[in-house]
Every structure is written in C-alpha cells, then in structure tokens.
C-alpha cells in the first residue's frame, strides 16, 4: 500500500493556508478564508500563492514568494495539521493484516519526514518531492517506493487525491484508488481520471482489501 500526504492522510489545508495569510498580511492584506485556500491544498505552494497573490510559476516573482512561503509554512506545519479521521484505523488495520506500506508525495523532504514522524504514521518509508529527480505524475517516486518496500510494482496499490496520483500509479503500473475524501481540486471529476476504485472514506479501502 502506498498513500498520497497532503489530502489522503493529513489533512494541512488549514496550516498551508495560514502561511499563505500570514504573507498577506505582513503585505497589509486582509486574510482569506481558510475555506477558501482547502481545495487547493493539493497543490503545495504553488496552490497556496495562486490563491493568494494571483501569481504562479514563470512569474518574475513566483520563486521569491515560494521561498517566502516555505519558510513560513516550516514554522507552522504542526498547528492544526492531523490525520483525517478514520485513517489511524486503517493503518492499524493494514499494520495487522501484515501489509508493508508508505508514503509518496510531492511534499519536499524538508517537511514530509519531519511532519509524518511528529504524526507517528508509522509509514515504513516516505518518498518524498525530492526524493528522486522527478516528482509525480512521473512515475519515478512510486518506483523508488516499491523498492524500497521490496514489493513490486504489480503488488501495489497507490491512493491519493490529486489527478497526478492516478497518472502516476498507472504510469508506474501499479493499481489506484481516489481518496475522495481530499482536496481533490477545484471542480475536479475524478470520476475521469481513470482510477481502478474511488473511496468514499479511509474505511472504505479496508473494505476494498476485504480487511473489513
């Protein structure tokens, strides 16, 4: 089993949007509703300062503001950020059922490793954006997953809430499920990207695995 961060497992949108809002402010800006910045949690940094500053990369700015952004997120990634609710059963439940699983994100290691350690996920190996030269939906982190798990590609499943997931488990060859309960993105139909299963909850993957 390997699982998307950011919307599969956790749920940061709150603290992502929080060090978005404290750039605004330091910029005499008024704050945005946390609401406002959930959909795009996904999308790192790059959801983040499009919402709140309109600007993206290829922008004279972007990396400046990016830069601005990471290191104020770092101060407070631990606030609000927790699992969703349901997920500390379902890794109780694979833990169990003897199922090796991990973590791949696009999250930079900077903040993947430390976040998933002060969360005691328990994950056997976290891949994360700059793990490997490539981020998803290159299929390139979920290869170094498998082998580091020591399983292979076919004996996967990955589970995520963004479309990068879905192309990048199927890239890689391995089976993908939508974790309907993420950010998703706005406007998103994840009905069409192509997943093998969309859960509706994390238990509903127990069920899926016919663990529950």
């Known amino acids: 089993m390997l699982f998307d961060l950011d919307g599969t497992l956790v749920d940061s949108a709150p603290d992502l949007g929080r060090a978005a809002n404290a750039m605004r402010q330091a910029r ?8 406002q910045f959930r959909p795009h949690g996904g999308s790192g940094a790059r959801g983040m300062l499009r919402e709140a500053f309109d600007i993206a990369p290829g922008h004279p700015a972007y990396e400046d503001f990016k830069r601005e952004f990471l290191d104020c997120y770092e101060g407070l990634m631990y606030d609000t950020t927790q699992a969703f609710p349901g997920v500390a059963a379902v890794l109780h439940g694979l833990g169990v059922a003897g199922l090796a699983w991990g973590i791949v994100t696009n999250k930079a290691e900077r903040f993947a490793l430390p976040l998933t350690t002060a969360l005691q996920l328990g994950a056997t190996v976290v891949v994360g954006g700059d793990t490997t030269p490539h981020t998803k939906p290159h299929p390139a982190p979920l290869l170094e997953a498998a082998r580091r798990l020591g399983v292979a590609v076919t004996d996967c ?25 993420g950010y998703l993105g706005p406007q998103a139909r994840y009905s069409d990207w192509g997943a093998d299963a969309a859960l509706n909850s994390p238990g509903d993957l127990l069920k899926l695995l016919g663990l529950a």
């Open 157 to 181: 499943l990955y589970v995520g809430d963004d479309e990068r997931d879905v192309m990048a488990g199927r890239a890689a060859g391995m089976a993908t499920a939508v974790a309907a309960w």
């Open 28 to 35: 005499g800006l008024p704050p945005l509703p946390l609401a």
